[in-house]
DNA sequence: GATTGACGCCGAG
DNA sequence: CTCGGCGTCAATC
């Protein structure tokens, strides 16, 4: 197993209506990590870097990153899931925001195939791989790499409440709507 | 072990 | 309806 700590990374950002999107590419041209949309350009960058400290800023994959901020903003878009390099296991000393247990793995799996436009629930997905943790799956979610294109907003919690988001629950409930979902009284109709 | 969760369920007010 | 309390279990301390 080698170290991905130590390998450089590339880091491409986009700034879409005031929002910075950041997202670092491996060597092998992978998406090893996208941030959720900032304020701020060196949020973003830094929401990568920490986990990947030798990293290089290039517009190289820049309409991967636009793609990304398209999708954000609730349009479909037909994205290639091969980029993302699902075997990602930092082996840091004290990063623990990454895919490194199977059961991680198998979580974020299960979430990458909610479709556009359809939610699912935690319970939902801990049915699908067996397990009554549902605590677990929400924390293995909040470890999502990938958000946005693996679609963690999707995810809510089984009374119709939205649930947590780490980018906050306004910015999940934003995205949903923006999807065509609909609220009410901040409840997500469970069908 | 003991504690901590992006949760779920039920029962008391 | 809200809320507290307990169930459950993976990860972390």
């Known amino acids: 197993m080698y170290r991905r700590k130590n390998q450089r990374i590339i880091i491409s950002t986009y700034n879409h209506n005031d929002l910075h999107f950041a997202v670092g590419f491996s060597e092998n041209e992978k998406i090893v990590r996208i941030s959720l949309p900032k304020k701020n350009l060196e949020e973003a960058v830094s929401e990568i870097s920490n986990y990947h400290p030798k990293f290089s800023i290039s517009d190289k994959y820049k309409d991967t990153v636009i793609e990304i901020a398209t999708m954000y903003t609730g349009k479909p878009v037909n994205f290639n899931m091969d980029l993302l390099d699902m075997e990602i296991s930092a082996e840091y000393e004290h990063e623990t925001s990454t895919i490194n247990t199977s059961f991680e793995r198998q979580v974020i799996l299960k979430v990458a195939k909610i479709q556009y436009g359809n939610i699912k629930t935690y319970k939902d997905i801990a049915k699908s791989i067996n397990t009554h943790a549902y605590r677990a799956v929400g924390t293995a979610i909040g470890k999502n790499p990938f958000p946005i294109v693996v679609p963690c ?29 609909k609220l009410e009284s901040g409840r997500i109709d469970i069908e």
């Open 153 to 181: 907003h999707r995810v809510v919690r089984s009374d119709g409440a939205v649930g947590g988001f780490r980018g906050g629950t306004e910015m999940k409930i934003k995205m949903l709507i923006n999807e065509g979902l």
